[in-house]
């Protein structure tokens, strides 16, 4: 089977850092990608790993280590927008599906 | 360009009727698919459709059959629709080869009393 779990729900304060954590157990494994939902909203791509190692784009970085099945988004410099709902999802095969987790709420505080 | 276009955005059925949830992209994807997200979770897949003329399940294909009834147009359809079926369904599409980020609409909005 497959599984994935990441905290439901994470509070920050505007400016700040917060690290959203990701671990999965997968049949197979080629990389893992992370989606941002506003409510109501479509999920929108942030970034996909491959490879062990840091990917950054702009003020949002991601972290793989497969020998771990471990993964993180970070964000810094927190804006009231970043306030979403943030997935990690494997892509598990060599097919272009991927398997999402239930998400990570997050909340920013003025 | 639209991107990814579901209709309809919102749909009201009672149980046992059959409806087609409508999905187009125009952005000449190989790929595209059908997820389900019910409230405070994650998206499930339905099926998807690797290139056209192909189609596969996903995790949760029961009571839904699908259509890629061409490059851009993949297609859902609920037979007997069931109350457990209420949910908010996404199209997504993306490119192939190496890794390619998936593209959703907007959702369509299904509640089935």
């Known amino acids: 089977g497959q599984s994935l779990e990441q905290p439901s729900e994470v509070t920050a304060v505007e400016g700040a850092i917060v690290q959203i954590n990701c671990t999965y157990q997968?049949?197979?494994?080629?990389?893992l990608s992370w989606y941002q939902q506003h409510d109501g909203g479509a999920p929108t791509f942030l970034s996909y790993?491959?490879?062990?190692g840091l990917e950054e784009t702009g003020r949002f970085s991601s972290f793989l280590s497969r020998s771990d099945s471990y993964g993180y988004l970070l964000l810094q410099e927190l804006q009231m927008k970043d306030s979403a709902s943030y997935f990690c999802?494997?892509?598990?095969?060599?097919?272009?599906?991927?398997?999402f987790g239930s998400g990570t709420r997050l909340l920013v505080r003025p | 360009n639209a991107g990814v276009t579901q209709t309809p955005k919102f749909q009201v059925l009672k149980t046992g009727q059959s409806m087609t949830l409508q999905c187009a992209q125009d952005?000449?994807?190989?790929?595209m698919y059908w997820y389900r997200q019910d409230p405070g979770m994650g998206l499930r897949l339905i099926y998807y459709?690797?290139?056209?003329?192909?189609?596969d399940k996903g995790e949760v294909p029961n009571g839904y059959n699908v259509s890629r009834l061409n490059k851009r147009e993949f297609s859902l359809r609920l037979e007997s629709a069931a109350p457990s079926q209420t949910s908010v369904y996404f199209c997504?599409?993306?490119?192939?080869?190496?890794?390619?980020?998936?593209?959703f609409g907007d959702g369509t909005r299904l509640s089935i009393l």
């Open positions: 952005m000449n994807h190989n790929s």
């Open positions: 997504a599409s993306s490119e192939t080869g190496g890794y390619q980020p998936q593209h």
């Open positions: 459709s690797a290139s056209e003329g192909t189609t």
């Open positions: 997968t049949s197979g494994f080629y990389g």
């Open positions: 999802a494997p892509r598990v095969d060599s097919s272009y599906k991927l398997i």
């Open positions: 790993n491959a490879l062990d």
